[in-house]
């Protein structure tokens, strides 16, 4: 058993099952929307991004584009929050749905990341 695989996959899914956590619910509705769970979705997107710089092969490549791309929706998602809410005096029907919007893209590029991810494990020779 590789030991670094079993990290890096239950942080790649970790990433993907806070992401829709967050994800699911409403979208017009944002108390069905935990700011904490946006929070630790963020935090565990940027750790997993971190495992996958290590990987020099195609694959690896593959997988830290799509890392990267849900870090950044994650993070535009948060910002969003913050900015509609301090810098615009509310969040209304529109910001909220921005907010949703931005974290269901970070969603599916998890959902192609461990995709990706598990083909390539049972792809490889043991």
Known sequence: MNMHKVISGF???LAMTLNFGFFYGSPEILAEHSK??????????LI??????G???QVGSVLLASSLVADIQLI????????ALYGLGG???ES???IISLSGGALLANIASVVIFIGDTLKSKR
Request: hydrophobic share 65%; aromatic share 22%.
């Open 76 to 83: 535009l998602s948060a910002s969003v929050w913050a900015f």
């Open 96 to 98: 909220i749905t921005a």
């Open 36 to 45: 904490y769970e946006l929070f630790a979705a963020i935090v565990v997107n």
């Open 55 to 57: 990987d020099k092969t």
């Open 48 to 53: 997993a991004t971190v495992f996958k710089f």
């Open 11 to 13: 942080f790649f899914i």
């Open 91 to 93: 969040l209304d029907e």
